[in-house]
Nanobody
Framework: VQLQASGGGLVKAGGSLSLSCAFSGGTFSNYVMGWFRQAPGNEREFVAAISRSGIGGIAYGNPAVGRFDLSRDNAKSIMFLQMNNLQPGDTAVYYC???????????????WGQGTQVTVSS
């Protein structure tokens, strides 16, 4: 299985970005999908995760609640993270992950993408 994250970039505070994670090498609908982020000097932080079907089972970390929207398209093997009202504190490398359940610890996910940089200027 391989994950390819994209969509990062530079945005001003209050702006929006949409990240994508393309999945290949397996059956997408067999996996729970999610995002973590890591800012310089910080540990990896849970952002959000979505169940295999994408219906009902979505968990958001504190930074994402009320601002981020996670979705997936099982027909196209892709996951989306819509990020709104971005703030400088959201600056980090964002990693997509795949696993067998919705977990909040990075150690519980065995499949990681390469990461995409999100930078929010004030």
């Amino acid at each position: 299985v391989q994950l390819q994250a994209s969509g990062g970039g530079l945005v001003k505070a209050g702006g929006s970005l949409s990240l994508s994670c393309a999945f290949s090498g397996g059956t997408f609908s067999n996996y729970v999908m999610g995002w973590f982020r890591q800012a310089p000097g910080n540990e990896r932080e849970f952002v959000a995760a979505i169940s295999r079907s994408g219906i009902g089972g979505i968990a958001y970390g504190n930074p994402a609640v009320g601002r981020f929207d996670l979705s997936r398209d099982n027909a196209k093997s892709i996951m989306f993270l819509q990020m709104n009202n971005l703030q400088p504190g959201d600056t980090a490398v964002y990693y997509c992950v795949a696993g067998d359940g919705i977990y909040y610890s990075p150690e519980d996910y065995s499949i990681w993408g390469q990461g995409t940089q999100v930078t929010v200027s004030s």
